[in-house]
């Protein structure tokens, strides 16, 4: 194949790589797939494009509306999924390595793009959390807010998931609507690098939305401002030195740090070879130690076991590493490809020696497959004394290494798992939920995810080594004290929160919702008469009083079933320390509230859709009355056909005392 000239793409345009060229050659093959230069001659011209350009127009979009393009760009990746696959096995991965990379990285574009249409407003501005009442009238609240950044993320991203690593930053960050340029590792650029085209391509981002550098990174962090983020995955060297920029500090740039982590599994001491644990940790490791030829952040480099068990774990190990098939990536029979390079390899060899001088290798032989090709057999080492050792816990060998040791007593697990310094992940196998509380309470400080394996999840659970859109990825300490993803909490990053006092009416106005003492529209016609569009936040609705009587509750009770003694006995419910004596079911409460506020014609409501946050508040005595009172809060569009409408409702008494209150969520026609 023709070697691929790898390309630049900034303020519009591809760039040819100029200066001397570096050659990348296949990983299995050691032929030359690529080649890349300096790309880019102005990297301040970048950040102005993508600060002038690109956040404007993305800042323009509603959540929404960037929800709709991720989708779009996940649409564009899979469309052309195949070309990226013939690239990947350049790379050594196998077939479901690159199932992880591409429709992994994917699969998070269409997750995030799914959860900005249904967590995030039709909006620009982020509600963070409840109204803060700040006075005693209630004319001065508080409300923290979210709203993007107005400078450019920067994306840094590690050679071994040159999709995933590139997709996983983009989805939050262009959700959030802040423009990115995303420098991926060499190695593995080309595949980064198409990718990206096809994003390009798919022609649904707007201009300066997206620029991609090939080649180094010149001055580019020099020109960074507070309004910048920074966002870097790779190696703890690498992350120290660019987090020692002094622009950087000096201009406080968010600064997202993924590094690497010594991961640690342990067996539970309840999971005996008998167990169905046993067999799921061996396998665990194995897995991580072979996919992506162990070059994972995530993967396993040390397995703990109860003393008494490292023999038969080591046994079982070896006999399953011994059916590993290491070669051609594209061979269906290959369980594992090569490493992305020979240098890589030398690395990874050059790291086993140091983990030798505390441990010796019980499977595998570092230095055979030295044909063509970056390949390495899986290695397993065995320390007998990790207490006393410092490099099985600090070296990480990036490659499909792991080293075995023992454990005495679930303490000295917790001891020798937080020896990591701080992990992305743990995951322990175990059936007793003591010993994954003691885990949990004792290294969970030191985890940014903790996998607890049983016979009951293991069937389905998605695995120590992947990290999931809708949960965070990232570790304390040495794994960069970084956090990703998370769902929408990876959006936030890329956003700045204010806290925001004022009125009720002039942050309803602002948020582009009701807070309760702000102004209500109460004339005619009744709410359910609007349709989506037509309804504004601040539309009520009272209802006159009604009265509840004895039978009342007694006719609910036998109608439902629901005969607790609190409706039914006068002594017992006077006994209870929260009445006086019998008192109205609350779903009876709801339920009148509903007769009273309904319009029973046909009309634009659709769908009663459930309801949040109720509190019954006071309790109601036969012989009370009580009104509903209906307010629309805020709502966000949900299909061409409808929109989801939050009405707060409230719950009052003929004292007007509040007995209730919640939030009513109806589908409206559009
Ligand atoms: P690396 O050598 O640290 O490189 C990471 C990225 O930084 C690459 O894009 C690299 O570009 C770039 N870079 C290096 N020096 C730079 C500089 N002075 N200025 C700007 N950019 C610079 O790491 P790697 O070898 O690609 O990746 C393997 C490591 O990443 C492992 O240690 C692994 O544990 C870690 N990792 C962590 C995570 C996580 O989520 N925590 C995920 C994956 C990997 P060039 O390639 O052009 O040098």
Same mark, same amino acid.
């Given at each position: 194949?023709? *070697?691929?000239?790898?390309?630049?793409?900034?303020?519009?345009?591809?760039?040819?790589?100029?200066?001397?060229?570096?050659?990348?050659?296949?990983?299995?093959?050691?032929?030359?797939?690529?080649?890349?230069?300096?790309?880019?001659?102005?990297?301040?011209?970048?950040?102005?494009?993508?600060?002038?350009?690109?956040?404007?127009?993305?800042?323009?979009?509603?959540?929404?509306?960037?929800?709709?393009?991720?989708?779009?760009?996940?649409?564009?990746?899979?469309?052309?999924?195949?070309?990226?696959?013939?690239?990947?096995?350049?790379?050594?991965?196998?077939?479901?390595?690159?199932?992880?990379?591409?429709?992994?990285?994917?699969? @998070?574009?269409?997750?995030?793009?799914?959860?900005?249409?249904?967590?995030?407003?039709?909006?620009?501005? %982020?509600?963070?959390?409840?109204?803060?009442?700040?006075?005693?009238?209630? @004319?001065?609240?508080?409300?923290?807010?979210?709203?993007?950044?107005?400078?450019?993320?920067?994306?840094?991203?590690?050679?071994?998931?040159?999709?995933?690593?590139?997709?996983?930053?983009?989805?939050?960050?262009?959700?959030?609507?802040?423009?990115?340029?995303?420098?991926?590792?060499?190695?593995?650029?080309?595949?980064?690098?198409?990718?990206?085209?096809?994003?390009?391509?798919?022609?649904?981002?707007?201009?300066?939305?997206?620029?991609?550098?090939?080649?180094?990174?010149?001055?580019?962090?020099?020109?960074?401002?507070?309004?910048?983020?920074?966002?870097?995955?790779?190696?703890?060297?690498?992350? /120290?030195?660019?987090?020692?920029?002094?622009?950087?500090?000096?201009?406080?740039?968010?600064?997202?740090?993924?590094?690497?982590?010594?991961?640690?599994?342990?067996?539970?001491?309840?999971?005996?070879?008998?167990?169905?644990?046993?067999?799921?940790?061996?396998?665990?490791?194995?897995?991580?130690?072979?996919?992506?030829?162990?070059?994972?952040?995530?993967?396993?480099?040390?397995?703990?076991?109860?003393?008494?068990?490292?023999?038969?774990?080591?046994?079982?190990? /070896?006999?399953?590493?011994?059916?590993?098939?290491?070669?051609?990536?594209?061979?269906?029979?290959?369980?594992?490809?090569?490493?992305?390079?020979?240098?890589?390899?030398?690395?990874?060899?050059?790291?086993?020696?140091?983990?030798?001088?505390?441990?010796?290798?019980?499977?595998?032989?570092?230095?055979?497959?030295?044909?063509?090709?970056?390949?390495?057999?899986?290695?397993?080492?065995?320390?007998?004394?990790?207490?006393?050792?410092?490099?099985?816990?600090?070296?990480?060998?990036?490659? *499909?290494?792991? @080293?075995?040791?023992?454990?005495?007593?679930?303490?000295?697990?917790?001891?020798?798992?937080?020896?990591?310094?701080?992990?992305?992940?743990?995951?322990?196998?175990?059936?007793?939920?003591?010993?994954?509380?003691?885990?949990?309470?004792?290294?969970?400080?030191?985890?940014?995810?903790?996998?607890?394996?049983?016979?009951?999840?293991?069937?389905?659970?998605?695995?120590?080594?992947?990290?999931?859109?809708?949960?965070?990825?990232?570790?304390?300490?040495?794994?960069?004290?970084?956090?990703?993803?998370?769902?929408?909490?990876?959006?936030?990053?890329?956003?700045?929160?204010?806290?925001?006092?004022?009125?009720?009416?002039?942050?309803?106005?602002?948020?582009?919702?009701?807070?309760?003492?702000?102004?209500?529209?109460?004339?005619?016609?009744?709410?359910?008469?609007?349709?989506?569009?037509?309804? /504004?936040?601040?539309?009520?609705?009272?209802? *006159?009083?009604?009265?509840?009587? %004895?039978?009342?509750?007694?006719?609910?009770?036998?109608?439902?079933?629901?005969?607790?003694?609190?409706?039914?006995?006068?002594?017992?419910?006077?006994?209870?320390?929260?009445?006086?004596?019998?008192?109205?079911?609350?779903?009876?409460?709801?339920?009148?509230?509903?007769?009273?506020?309904?319009? *029973?014609?046909?009309?634009?409501?659709?769908?009663?859709?459930?309801?949040?946050?109720?509190?019954?508040?006071?309790?109601?005595?036969?012989?009370?009355?009580?009104?509903? /009172?209906?307010?629309?809060?805020?709502?966000?569009?949900?299909?061409?056909?409808?929109?989801?409408?939050?009405?707060?409702?409230? %719950?009052?008494?003929?004292?007007?005392?509040?007995?209730?209150?919640?939030?009513?969520?109806?589908?409206?026609?559009?």
């Amino acid at each position: 194949m023709k *070697p691929l000239k790898l390309m630049s793409y900034a303020e519009g345009r591809w760039l040819e790589p100029a200066g001397a060229l570096n050659d990348i050659v296949s990983a299995s093959t050691d032929e030359l797939v690529a080649q890349v230069g300096q790309g880019i001659r102005d990297f301040a011209g970048m950040l102005h494009y993508a600060r002038s350009a690109g956040g404007p127009a993305l800042r323009a979009m509603t959540f929404h509306q960037r929800a709709a393009m991720l989708k779009a760009l996940a649409q564009a990746i899979m469309a052309r999924k195949e070309e990226l696959y013939e690239l990947s096995y350049e790379t050594g991965a196998t077939r479901s390595d690159s199932w992880i990379d591409i429709e992994g990285g994917a699969g @998070t574009l269409f997750t995030y793009a799914s959860k900005g249409r249904r967590e995030l407003p039709d909006d620009v501005v %982020l509600i963070d959390g409840a109204v803060e009442p700040l006075s005693k009238g209630g @004319t001065f609240v508080g409300q923290h807010v979210l709203t993007s950044l107005q400078g450019c993320a920067v994306h840094i991203n590690a050679f071994n998931f040159p999709v995933w690593g590139m997709l996983e930053k983009l989805g939050p960050t262009l959700l959030a609507g802040v423009p990115a340029i995303v420098k991926p590792a060499t190695a593995s650029a080309y595949v980064a690098e198409a990718a990206f085209r096809i994003m390009i391509d798919a022609g649904v981002l707007p201009d300066g939305a997206l620029q991609l550098i090939v080649g180094p990174t010149g001055d580019l962090l020099d020109h960074l401002t507070g309004q910048d983020v920074v966002s870097f995955t790779g190696s703890a060297k690498t992350a /120290q030195t660019l987090q020692r920029h002094p622009v950087i500090a000096r201009e406080s740039v968010r600064f997202i740090a993924e590094r690497d982590s010594l991961n640690a599994a342990v067996l539970g001491p309840d999971a005996t070879p008998e167990q169905p644990e046993f067999e799921l940790f061996v396998k665990e490791v194995v897995r991580e130690m072979t996919a992506k030829a162990g070059q994972k952040c995530t993967a396993i480099r040390r397995a703990l076991v109860p003393a008494a068990l490292i023999d038969a774990a080591q046994a079982a190990l /070896q006999e399953r590493l011994a059916k590993v098939v290491v070669g051609d990536p594209r061979n269906e029979k290959t369980r594992m490809g090569a490493l992305v390079s020979t240098a890589q390899r030398s690395d990874v060899r050059a790291q086993i020696e140091k983990l030798k001088r505390e441990a010796r290798i019980v499977c595998g032989d570092p230095n055979r497959n030295n044909g063509h090709g970056a390949f390495l057999e899986p290695i397993l080492l065995r320390c007998d004394s990790p207490a006393g050792a410092t490099a099985v816990h600090e070296v990480e060998a990036f490659g *499909p290494v792991a @080293t075995l040791m023992p454990y005495d007593g679930i303490d000295d697990a917790v001891r020798l798992v937080n020896r990591g310094q701080g992990s992305l992940v743990m995951s322990l196998f175990t059936y007793d939920p003591h010993v994954a509380r003691t885990i949990l309470t004792g290294a969970g400080a030191f985890h940014g995810r903790l996998l607890i394996v049983d016979r009951d999840c293991a069937r389905e659970s998605t695995g120590h080594g992947s990290p999931l859109p809708m949960l965070v990825h990232g570790g304390p300490g040495r794994a960069g004290g970084g956090e990703e993803l998370g769902g929408l909490r990876g959006v936030m990053h890329y956003m700045q929160r204010t806290a925001l006092q004022g009125s009720p009416r002039m942050l309803g106005t602002v948020t582009h919702s009701w807070i309760r003492g702000g102004p209500e529209e109460r004339d005619a016609p009744h709410p359910f008469r609007l349709k989506f569009g037509e309804v /504004q936040p601040g539309k009520t609705f009272v209802s *006159p009083l009604r009265k509840i009587t %004895l039978e009342d509750i007694e006719h609910f009770a036998h109608f439902t079933g629901d005969t607790f003694y609190a409706h039914m006995d006068e002594d017992a419910a006077a006994a209870n320390p929260f009445f006086e004596g019998r008192v109205a079911h609350g779903y009876l409460l709801l339920a009148f509230a509903a007769g009273l506020f309904v319009d *029973p014609a046909p009309g634009p409501v659709l769908a009663n859709y459930g309801l949040d946050n109720l509190r019954f508040l006071k309790p109601v005595n036969p012989g009370d009355s009580m009104r509903v /009172q209906l307010t629309a809060k805020s709502k966000i569009p949900r299909k061409d056909e409808y929109g989801e409408v939050r009405w707060a409702v409230t %719950l009052t008494n003929q004292d007007d005392e509040i007995v209730a209150t919640y939030e009513l969520l109806t589908m409206n026609a559009i």
